[in-house]
């Protein structure tokens, strides 16, 4: 006959255990809450955390109900448009303007294009013009480019005294900024484009050309 093993159970008497009830979990969740509640009340790191956690969970509510909603509005672009223009070199026309008689123009036909809002053109030297351009002023002209194409050019400019510009060289003048041109080479040409295309060239008195400690009539 096999004897039965031995068991802890078999040699004590226990007391019976009592059922685990859903009332008993409830009961042992709340004392825990409890617990950690008093902890953190009394522990002002514990509190600390607990305390951020609340301020970070409420930036994330606000954050996610102030998204803007998106927008499917068409956005037009601001920008004005001009008719095409092709203005080819064979052909072209150079024309003599009475405010620089030294110089001849080539207009591509920008200025009709834009509504006069820019002006561009090529300047050369008339055949036989000398140097220079006297002093003058251009005091409504926003933008004024120059870049030399051929040849040399010699500006003087307020502030600046006489710089010589070479071919791929290029001047943006400011506007109202005293300057001449004071010098060339025969075979001059440069692009010159404005915003707007008309606009006053002032000259300088001889008085005012004196005060700026120039020759009169350069
Ligand atoms: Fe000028």
């Given amino acids: 006959m096999a004897i039965a093993p031995k068991t802890k159970a078999a040699g004590k008497r ?12 409830a009961k042992k969740t709340a004392a825990k809450k409890m ?19 609340t301020v970070a969970k409420k930036t994330a509510a606000k954050k996610a109900g102030a998204k803007k909603p998106v927008s499917r509005k068409v956005v037009k672009p601001r920008v004005r448009k001009f008719d095409l223009v092709i203005d080819k070199a064979k052909g072209a026309k150079w024309i003599k303007e009475d405010i620089r008689p030294q110089f001849e123009y080539r207009h591509f036909g920008v200025e009709e294009a834009t509504g006069r809002q820019y002006g561009s053109h090529v300047i050369r030297v008339a055949k036989g013009a000398r140097p220079p351009v006297s002093h003058h002023v251009h005091p409504d002209c926003e933008f004024l480019l120059v870049y030399v194409l051929k040849g040399w050019v010699k500006f003087w400019y307020d502030g600046e005294g006489e710089v010589r510009l070479n071919v791929g060289d290029v001047h943006l003048l400011p506007a109202g900024i005293s300057h001449a041109v004071t010098g060339w080479s025969k075979d001059l040409e440069m692009l010159e484009t404005t915003n707007p295309a008309d606009y006053r060239s002032v000259e300088l008195t ?13």
């Fill in 14 to 25: 226990t007391a019976p255990m009592k059922p685990v009830t859903t009332k008993t979990v």
């Fill in 35 to 53: 617990i950690a509640k008093t902890a953190a009340a009394k522990n002002p790191i514990v509190k600390k955390a607990v305390a951020k956690k």
């Fill in 206 to 218: 001889d008085a005012q050309i004196a005060r700026q400690g120039l020759p009169v009539g350069r």
